[in-house]
């Protein structure tokens, strides 16, 4: 934090001690709510395959080498997520095997990883509130922060995938970006935060090509502002470069993609850090060059891209087979845009949208003012969270970062109100305060949508399916001889980190040939299932749980092998394996 802020206002020391204090509170709050469950679950598929691709790390595997050869075997699976997440794991991981067994070592690596990451993520969410509002409006952004358990999801013990990290890196290099202005290091730390972040994954792209439009635009509008241009694409281009090598191996230095590091995605970010260190250094007198300029390196960067893949013009998804999509992709939960929640799952919608939209309502009072108009900081911090509300229209998973960076916009509109009411007193600023906190609007939104009369279709957390991620469902499974399963891929993950099995495939949209398999093994009819089975060479059928495969119909489900085996119908070729009373898999062995 004390990067984005002036040593004016570093003086007061009791801000930062109060940033500690507000991070110390909510993680032992998280951390005694949810250590029970750190024990009883991996609590996500990515947190389950980054578990297993750490233990693969420590027990010999190369740094570059992330190869899961028990993933959609025999070609197995080449996960594009950075190493450097699993450095950070191991360090924590040694920290506290220095003091305790390896299990309870792990327990704790796994509770307290996410929790590490919330204090740069409250600390940068402070720092825009105190740029574009003043240090008044941080200290209530620090309240919405300590009530603000919508907002950590991705936080919460156990989450050990990228999202937290990734979350962390795109609000600070937003800080940075908000107080480039007015702090000489700013500029250079938003570029080389940005290079990090994207090194870590492609999920805050958006919000970063944010960053980098407000350091354009400014340039074009003022000059002047040619040192900080040149600043961002130096700390761009480098810590892009850095990452690159850093993580991935020569062997992979030709390979493609379009939602992560890689050759194509690095000529991009590369060549538009040094483009704009080049034409901040030229600093054209006149402001229509200005923006030509800065329109030509958004071509050139986006022509050193697609030349290399030109898939990626048609977005992220551009090399997944379409296949995948009606069989999984299309009905992954986080994929869902708003509105389609809300005619799934309105009570759960309500919850997710209701902090955003009062931040938008915050935020057109913050532009109201004309000060703030004419303020690139607050300019800037009101698109960025403008971003996040269109990509969480689009897809919900972005509501973590509409929440985060909704924050500072709220409290910017909390002190508005309290001059506006009159409101002097701690006690009844406080109190408005409260009522604006994420958990606070969340809980009114879903109290008001249920005396509407309205009510969750499905329950997003599908509770029945439940026991089917618990690690003790896995330990029977763990003493089989190990084999290749067949299931739901939502298990597969799971089956790598705490069996020695192979899993036929997982949700991740670069396996398809295993999803696709692993979809048809249990949604054909039990003699068309039993080829793709035997094509495939799995050892072993498990179901858990109701949920059928998806993009069935209804007679189709009780045709499939899987309604088959769901009503105790069991094909002869496949053998029931005997397993313990109230075991939560139904495992069947593939006879030969």
Known sequence: MALFMPPALLRQPNFAALVILVWLLVSFTLLLQHWPQTAETLLDTDDALRLAQLHAWLGGQGWFDLHQARMQPPEGYDTHWSRLIDAGLAALLFLFGLFTDGALAERLMRAWWPLLWLLPTIAGMAAIAWRIAGREAAVIALLLAMIGTPGYQQFTPGRIDHHNVQIALTILAVAATVWSDRVRLGALAAGALSGAALTIGFEAVPYLVGCGAAFALRYVFDRANAPGLRAYGQGLAASSLVGFFATIGPQHWLRHSCDSIAINTLAGLACAGVMLEIVGRLAHQDRVTRAAAIGGVGCISAAALLLIEPACARGPFAMVDPAIWPMWLGGVREMQPLLTLFRINPLTAAAIAAFPAVAVLATLAVLRNRASRHDAGVLTAAAVFAIAVMVMLGAIRGYSYAIWFGMPMVAAMALRLFAALRMTTLVGR???????????????????????????????????????????????????????????????????ALTPHSALAGPYHHLSRGIIAAHRSLAEPPEQARRVLNDA?????????????????????????WGQLRAGTVPAWLEPVRGEAGQAFAVYRVKR
């Open 430 to 496: 406080t109190f408005a305060a409260l009522l604006l906190t994420p958990m606070a609007l969340s809980s009114g939104a879903i109290t008001v949508a249920s005396a509407a009369g309205f009510d969750d279709k499905d329950a997003f957390d599908r509770p029945a399916s439940k026991a089917c991620l618990l690690t003790a469902s896995y330990k029977p499974l763990a003493q089989l001889p190990p084999g290749l399963v067949a299931t739901d891929i939502s298990y597969g993950p799971f089956l790598l």
């Open 537 to 561: 060479g799995v050892n072993y059928v498990m179901i858990c749980g109701p949920r059928p495969p998806d993009g069935l119909l209804a007679a189709e489900q009780r045709r499939s092998l």
